[in-house]
């Protein structure tokens, strides 16, 4: 069985094309979504994908969140389908509430575009359970809001829970506890800065980024979502 | 009624504000000594129809909510400012 995966495009997405061709190199079949639309196809995983949704006007996925298509990606998450929202998509799973916390400018106040170390902090998710505990992954990072933030409560049911799945070796942007990927309580939600559509094949500098998203298709593979594949 | 309305949002106290701090470390290469608490927020400037002030309060109060601040991280504050016929 060959996973399906919706890929949501807003107005300013800009990191669409990467995610398809890195997920059809996985052996997905993939469908790029217009924001506007109300409904999903039928599919496995959903992706939202970096870029600026709506200019990240306001705030970085603030109005993103209220597009049409977020009704369906709700349901779909709350129902037990696969969400992955990579950079801009993170931050717009924050806002819709999808994920805890949110995502500050930098602390260092400047755009940050380079390659960083993740260690990776809970294998038993459907995101990272084609890693070790501990393994260092190299992928890259491109954002200006990746400082993300909770409160000290909400970091404490996370942190039992296992939700801080990823977190940088060496904290690029002042991140509460470093951390570089979460998982909702569900586990069905994640979240990263880092981009691992970038990181597929060896010629880009990584192959890093297959452990991510191998570890989705993985999970789909056993627990199917989609009625039609 | 048409109000005016003014919205403050800060960061909420206690979460770093990298740009105030920048600010208040410039201050002082220009002579100004003893400036500190230095924070960025944004001002958000908007007209709406309302029947009372209170009731217009009550409708940017809930616009903050749920679009113009992020309250993980942000609080806001409301000044309705006057009214026009």
């Known amino acids: 069985m060959s996973a399906h995966v919706a890929i949501v495009v807003f107005p300013g997405s800009n990191c669409e094309q990467d995610c398809e061709r890195a997920l059809r190199d996985l052996g997905c079949t993939t469908e790029r979504v217009w924001h506007a639309e109300s409904s999903l196809p039928d599919s496995d995983i959903v992706v939202l994908p970096g870029g600026f949704a709506h200019g990240d006007y306001l705030r970085t996925g603030a109005i993103a969140r209220f597009s049409p298509v977020m009704e369906a990606v709700t349901t779909h998450a709350t129902s037990g389908g696969l969400v992955i929202g990579i950079c801009n998509g993170f931050q717009i799973l924050c806002e819709a509430g999808l994920l805890p916390g949110a995502l500050r400018k930098n602390s260092g106040l400047k755009f940050i575009c380079r390659w960083v170390d993740l260690r990776v902090e809970n294998n038993s998710t459907a995101f990272t359970s084609r890693a070790e505990i501990g393994q260092v992954l190299r992928i890259p990072i491109n954002h200006f809001e990746g400082n993300w933030y909770c409160n000290d409560t909400v970091l404490a049911e996370m942190k039992e829970k296992g939700q801080i799945a990823l977190r940088y070796v060496d904290s690029p942007n002042g991140a509460l506890d470093a951390t570089a990927g979460i998982v909702n309580s569900a586990g069905n939600v994640f979240g990263l800065m880092p981009h691992p559509e970038r990181a597929t094949e060896e010629l880009l500098g990584s192959e890093d980024g297959r452990v991510i998203l191998g570890s989705m298709i993985d999970h789909v593979s056993r627990v199917p979502h989609a009625q039609v594949s | ?85």
């Open chain 2, 1 to 85: 009624m048409s109000y005016s309305a003014r919205v403050s949002v800060m960061l909420k106290q206690g979460i770093a504000d990298p740009q105030g701090q920048t600010i208040e470390r410039a201050l002082p290469a220009l002579g100004y000594r003893g400036v500190k608490n230095v924070r960025v927020g944004k001002v958000i400037e908007l007209e709406l129809q309302a029947e009372s002030p209170q009731e217009a309060q009550g409708l940017v109060s809930e616009m903050c909510e749920r679009l113009l601040a992020n309250p993980v991280i942000e609080s806001f504050e409301v000044t309705i400012e006057g009214e026009q016929e």
